[in-house]
């Protein structure tokens, strides 16, 4: 089994005190007994910010047997292909729950205007295309975004 592996999960374990830390943990352990673990670019890009050495993120990756996997064309078409959905259809003054997707407004105190968002970025697009196309599955706690627009990939979460 080939299991691929977005960044909060990697995070639980290597930031001190996360309240996931021990699930992700167990979550990462169970996996790699049972396969290989992979990641995209945008998650050793994302992990790179926490890493004062390239040696010291490649050091982390040998240790945990996690190995970069390069995202080709079919990936990077499906996630674009997604994305341009998502944003076609998304409404830019609701917010979107993490958990559920259910969409939500939200109201300034202040002033009580309506508080507009960012659009998910695209990396979360390319993580999900890349797992789905490298692996068996993808261990996250992104639950929302994964459960919305990629319900064809089998997503694991630590929660």
């Not at 040696?55 to 079919?74: C, F, I, P, Q, W």
């Amino acid at each position: 089994m080939i299991t691929a592996v977005d960044t909060n999960i990697i995070l639980d374990i290597l930031i001190p005190d996360e309240p996931f830390g021990e699930s992700s943990k167990v979550l990462l352990d169970r996996h790699l007994s049972e396969g290989k673990l992979i990641l995209c670019e945008v998650v050793f890009a994302e992990l790179a910010a926490h890493f004062s050495s390239e040696a010291d993120l490649k050091a982390l990756l040998a240790e945990t047997g996690m190995r970069l996997v390069y995202s080709n064309e079919k990936s990077l078409y499906i996630a674009g292909t997604r994305w341009a959905t998502y944003n076609r259809k998304i409404n830019k003054n609701q917010f979107t729950c993490g958990n559920c997707s259910s969409g939500f407004e939200v109201v300034c105190p202040e002033c009580m205007a309506t508080v507009t968002k960012r659009l998910h970025v695209l990396a979360d697009f390319l993580i999900g295309a890349h797992a789905l196309v490298h692996a068996d599955c993808m261990l996250s706690r992104d639950l929302g975004i994964y459960r919305v627009h990629f319900r064809d990939l089998k997503v694991v979460s630590s929660v």
